[in-house]
Nanobody, 116 residues
Framework: QVQLVESGGGLVQAGGSLRLSCAAS????????MGWHRQAPGKQRELVAS???????NYADSVKGRFTISRDNAKNTMYLQMISLKPEDTAVYYC??????????WGQGTQVTVSS
């Protein structure tokens, strides 16, 4: 059973930057799609960015130009570089991996808080 562990969250002022990491306990080659999702208090979880094994990348409109998703297969790690952070980016950020059989794996989440 592969586990996903997020890190890198924290408290930052508006305009600041953070880099989230998602480390897998096994090979991320098992995931044909990986992504970052977030859930703010009282809101539904939403997809922030995704990256396919073939390299195709998608971003939510709200983060385009500010967030960059990447994956390092050799390190079995996925990243989310976030710049120009806004208070509305405050949420718990979750790492997700989806296999070719559509089985989802989730991390435990990491809190990102952006103060105004």
């Amino acid at each position: 059973q592969v586990q996903l562990v997020e890190s890198g969250g924290g408290l930052v002022q508006a305009g600041g930057s953070l880099r989230l990491s998602c480390a897998a306990s096994g090979s991320i080659f098992m995931f044909n799609l990986m992504g970052w999702h977030r859930q703010a208090p009282g809101k539904q979880r939403e997809l922030v960015a995704s990256i396919a094994s073939g390299g195709r990348i998608n971003y939510a409109d709200s983060v385009k130009g500010r967030f960059t998703i990447s994956r390092d297969n050799a390190k079995n790690t996925m990243y989310l570089q976030m710049i120009s952070l806004k208070p509305e980016d405050t949420a718990v950020y979750y790492c997700n991996g989806r296999t070719i059989s559509n089985r989802d794996y989730w991390g435990q989440g990491t809190q990102v808080t952006v103060s105004s």
